[in-house]
């Protein structure tokens, strides 16, 4: 049974690029979230996405966009990257309503 | 808006001794309340989760408490150990659709 899992690992991109994250949620899942954990902080909520629609979004800017796929995998995409972009980016997948998250090891970001 | 804060940000214990970790919520829809352990450089586990509906749950040498008046909950962990280390968040959702966690505890303990 895989759990949930993200690529790339890390990732280094400069200023005013863009980026592009990937999570396949655990077997079973149909809902993902994403959250922004900068470092010494707690998971910041970006936004979720369940039946390829965006359910609910946190307090970022468009500049942070995100796609599911009919396979229930997803992507967060970051515009116009600033160095405050810098973080470890999570996503957790969940079934449905369910309350209970799954995290996946997360991708680091450095942006510089 | 929703915000979750979280006491101590640190928090150093003797081996065998007892931790407590409190929280505080102020989204009166909140209704579920994980909590996680995150060791470094990893994922966040869950540890334990408490629902609206109950007071106190325990498992093994965790146990959460939550007072929905006051809008506070509890982590307990009793007879710590080494390998407790880490840091410690808790969180509140309105529903499966938003999760905002506190900004955690990094839990020492000494052996």
């Known amino acids: 049974d895989a759990g949930v899992t993200q690529s790339p690992t890390h990732l280094i991109k400069t200023r005013g690029q863009q980026v592009t994250l990937r999570c396949s949620p655990k077997s079973g899942h149909d809902t993902v979230s994403w959250y922004q954990q900068a470092l010494g902080q707690g998971p910041q909520f970006i936004f979720q996405y369940y039946e390829e629609e965006e359910r609910q979004r946190g307090n970022f800017p468009d500049r942070f966009s995100g796609h599911q796929f009919p396979n229930y995998s997803s992507e967060l995409n970051v515009n116009a990257l600033l160095l405050g972009d810098s973080a470890l980016y999570l996503c957790a997948s969940s079934f449905g309503r369910s309350y209970e998250q799954y995290f996946g090891p997360g991708t680091r970001l450095t942006v510089t | 808006g929703e915000n979750v804060e979280q006491h101590p940000s640190t928090l150093s214990v003797q081996e065998g001794d007892s931790a407590v970790i409190k929280c505080t919520y102020s989204?009166?829809?909140?209704?579920?309340f994980p909590w996680y352990k995150q060791e470094l450089g990893k994922r966040p586990q869950l540890i334990i989760d408490?629902?609206?509906?109950?007071g106190e749950k325990k498992d093994q040498r965790i146990a959460v408490t939550l007072n929905k008046t006051a809008k506070h909950f509890s982590l307990h962990i009793t007879e710590t150990q080494p390998e407790d280390s880490a840091v410690y968040f808790c969180a509140g959702d309105t529903g499966g659709f938003k999760t905002i966690f506190g900004a955690g505890t990094r839990l020492f303990v000494k052996a």
């Open positions: 989204d009166s829809a909140s209704n579920y």
């Open positions: 408490i629902r609206s509906n109950v």
